[in-house]
C-alpha cells in the first residue's frame, strides 16, 4: 500500500524559513518522481517542485528561494523553503509518479503552510 505522509508546515512570519518532508513507502521510492505541489485557497493546484533522479525543477515563483531534495536511503523528499511570502501560504501536497510505461499518481494528505505577520 502507498503511504505518503507529510510533516513540517506551519505559520511562519514574511521572510521566514520552512521546511517540508514527505515520507514514502511502498512502491520503489529510487526511480519515482517526486513532486511538491500547493493549493491556494480558492485556486487550482499548482506544481511547486519536482525531483528526478538527475534533475530538479522550479515553478518560476519560487526559483531562488525553495530547494527541493531526496533521500533514496531513507525514502524521504524535503522541500526547503526560504524567504517565504504571504503568497506561499498553501497547503501543500506531496506527489509521487510511480512506473515507467504506465505511470500512477500517488498524493500525500497535505500540510498546511500559512505565511503571516
Known amino acids: 500500500q502507498v503511504q505518503l505522509v507529510e510533516s513540517g508546515g506551519g505559520l511562519v512570519q514574511p521572510g521566514g524559513s520552512l521546511s517540508l518532508s514527505c515520507a514514502a513507502s511502498?512502491?520503489?521510492?529510487?526511480?519515482?518522481?517526486m513532486k511538491w505541489y500547493r493549493q491556494a485557497p480558492g485556486k487550482e493546484r499548482e506544481l511547486v517542485a519536482a525531483?528526478?533522479?538527475?534533475?530538479?525543477d522550479y515553478t518560476d515563483s519560487v526559483k531562488g528561494r525553495f530547494t527541493i531534495s531526496r533521500d533514496n536511503a531513507k525514502n524521504t523528499v524535503s522541500l526547503q523553503m526560504n524567504s517565504l511570502k504571504p503568497e506561499d501560504t498553501a497547503v501543500y501536497y506531496c506527489?509521487?509518479?510511480?512506473?515507467?510505461?504506465?505511470?500512477?499518481?500517488?498524493w500525500g494528505q497535505g500540510t498546511r503552510v500559512t505565511v503571516s505577520s
Open positions: 506527489n509521487a509518479v510511480v512506473g515507467k510505461f504506465v505511470r500512477t499518481l500517488y
Open positions: 511502498g512502491f520503489t521510492f529510487s526511480s519515482a518522481a
Open positions: 525531483i528526478t533522479s538527475g534533475s530538479t
